[in-house]
């Protein structure tokens, strides 16, 4: 059952300054319907998937099926016709830690003849990897197939895990690793963390990466959401600054992003900017950057053309400022112009965004404590 459940605020703002603070009291998804703060700033809220614990992300297959595995390594299947069950799903050796566990999801992109669906976890191995599985036809399980990518590094606290994944329209598979707090990390060719990596199916890295690596770019942070600029061949990462400069950048194959924690200072030197121009003259500047403070952005997508005059415009998961930012970029896709925030602190962090097929978008919460839901957020017609 579909419960309309908020009507809420947007502010257009400028770039780079605080948003929306009309409606900043978190309200829980059972308060009933909330005012309308603009009918042509609103959206409209429904849940479609309840009582879930750290959804990380969300698929959508081609007979509408909902699918979002938690970070504990629960997976939950929502159907069309509206009935919710756990997809059974054997994973003995996932490591559920601090931000570790099971992380991005992803169909492939001939799901429909292969069922096949990827996701990146954090391993007891001592890795994150990216495994692919078989989805069973009424979802009931998903059978694991092969590992496609290991020995992405992973810090046992499971700090700065990454770990998102992306196919592109020719099946090739991107993915964003975190630097695991290790100071070599983000600049070292011999380590996947702090990497957007691109791989073909099997896992090797395909042409035009850093040599023979499975290095896209490099200089990263902990970048945690991409996506495709629609009709374009455009990709976009988003990536957690520390207290200061969240980023968007827009991927360069082989781009330095500047991120170079590695200083005489200490361990894992977290003082130095986010795209450090000095250390690392050519390392490519961000599209949109936060500022201080951070506000923790998790997943980016793009709105379609439902949005009316917001289509197009990209849109950003935050956590820690527990909202939705959209941003519209100038033709050239290298800057903003303009921001609008929506549900600023009305369902607490929010983690990640799927665009379903009707242009609304799939948005997962980040709460714990089995309080979580998979909110559909449409454009309030
Ligand atoms: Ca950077």
Redesign the pocket.
Known sequence: MRTPIALLCAAIVAVGTAACGSDSTPRSPSAGPAASTGSTDSVSVTTLISDLDHPWDVVIDPAGTIVTDERGGRIMARFADGRVAQVRADLPDLQARGEGGLMGMALARDFATTRSVYTCFASTEGDVRVVRWTAAADWSAMTRADNVLIGIPLNPSGRHSGCRILPAPDGTLYVATGDTADPIAPQSLSNLGGKILHVDSRGAGVPGNIGDTAIHSL??RNPQGMAFAPGTDRLYTS?HGPTIDD?I?LEVPQGN???DPDTAAAGYDEDVP??DTDRHPG??P?VWSSGRPTLAVADIDFLGPQWGPRAGMAVVATLKASRLMLLRLRPDGRSTTERVDLLAGVHGRLRSITTAPDGALLVTTDNGDKTDSILRVAPRS
């Open positions: 200089g990263h990536e980023e950048n992003y500047g991120w986010m795209t390392s490519i961000a």
